[in-house]
């Protein structure tokens, strides 16, 4: 039996499995912390990579990488970091990404250059926010790379990357299928520090110092659609400390208004995604807010009816990415003294994080991507009054696979297809489903709906 291990170093933690290559069957897991923040030392990322692993590599052949997206370090000449990686998750960058969109042309000229309109999530706008606010430490900068490219390095000495995760900097263009050199130095103040090389989707990206190959990896997103193997008219939407919704389609987006970011996979097609940084953490932050541990607040939401009696949260608790809202807080509206109880409470925050998805599953399809189905995943995604509650609001069939660590499951089918040399990845066929069909799709858009007058109401215009 030949076994292959895939990484998933996201923000919370690293996760490993180890796979037969030919079946993709999960043998071995492991797992480590990784420090909470906006922020971190990549040494941390290594150090939960070696602690995760350990004892697990015994007999692998070939390893894959996939993390978290768009963080930047930035190396200086020794490949020293200048300063801790400004992770996704960190806005400090919004006002870099509104001025470096204004420099380069407008929504429209950023949609056809890099495919994704900036936002303070892009590496580029967290280069700009460096050479603004920083100069001393953007001056030493030889090296850009993101978080998986700087574990591969790690792991082989190269500097090299894959195009899923290098069309999230934010210059580099999946239409074009190249680094745009002119956008990287408008937004590093006339300089253009050194890019990892692109590798095609199969090649592999070196071996390490006990010879395993290692495969290109890829961000966590499009390790995900490779670990769930997406198929058209499937669209996935993935509950963790963001959410997302994504397909895997063959021709690239081009969206001015910045709600889908035009991504390229890591097979060679386009990932059309639309991200918010509000997801199971609103579930969570709500059931401590009614004092009452998950497993009560999953059974208080079920307890309420479709609607939550008229409640609507508008759940931007970490401000949001999409819509670009980055200084918005959380509004709960519709109170009465009728409503006011700890079921419809936890009813509102399932059906508002799951609104926010659904206006990204309706972006993909005003794009084009046919929606025939929604894979749910995400450790919220087990949730039983999520389950509930996800048909009737995004309004097709929901199917919800067995708990895996899905992006882990991409990145070691990612290695076996580096392994393997050939022209497609290797047909692993996916664990148990729960599907999930519409029951009332009259009740989902009367949730809908209640949640775009809350946000007209709140925000002025319509979600």
Known sequence: MTLVAGIDSSTQSTKVVICDATTGTVLREGRAPHPDGTVADPESWWQALTNATEGLLDGVAAIGVAAQQHGMVALDEQGTPVRPALLWNDNRSAQAAIDLTRELGGPQACAEAIGTLPVASLTASKLRWLAEHEPHLADRVTDVLLPHDWLIWRLTGEFVTDRGDASGTGY????????????????????????????????????????????????????????????????????????????SVDKPSADPTGQIAGFADATGRFLPLVCTLNAARVLT?????????????????????PGAGGLALLPYLDGERTPILPDASGTLLGLRRDNMTPENLARAAVEGMLCGLA???????????????????GGAAQSRAVQVAAPLIFGVPVTVPAPAEYVARGAARQAAWALAGTARPPEWALPGAAELEVVDSEAGARIRELHHGAFAQVHGETA
């Open 172 to 247: 580099w263009s999946p239409r074009e299928g190249r680094y745009r050199q002119d956008v990287l130095a408008t937004a590093f103040g006339g300089r253009t520090p050194r890019t990892p090389r692109v590798l095609a989707p199969a090649e592999p990206a070196g071996r390490t110092r006990d010879g395993m190959l290692v495969s290109a990896g890829t961000g966590d997103n499009m390790g995900a659609a490779l670990g769930l193997d997406v198929r058209p008219g499937d669209v996935v939407v993935s509950l963790g400390t963001s959410g997302t919704v994504f397909a």
């Open 285 to 305: 932050a709500t059931a401590a807010m009614i004092g009452v541990e998950m497993a009560e607040f999953d059974r208080l939401a079920c307890g309420a009816e």
């Open 359 to 377: 206006a990204g599953v309706d972006a993909l399809r005003a794009d084009g991507v046919e929606v025939a189905r929604v894979l749910l995943i």
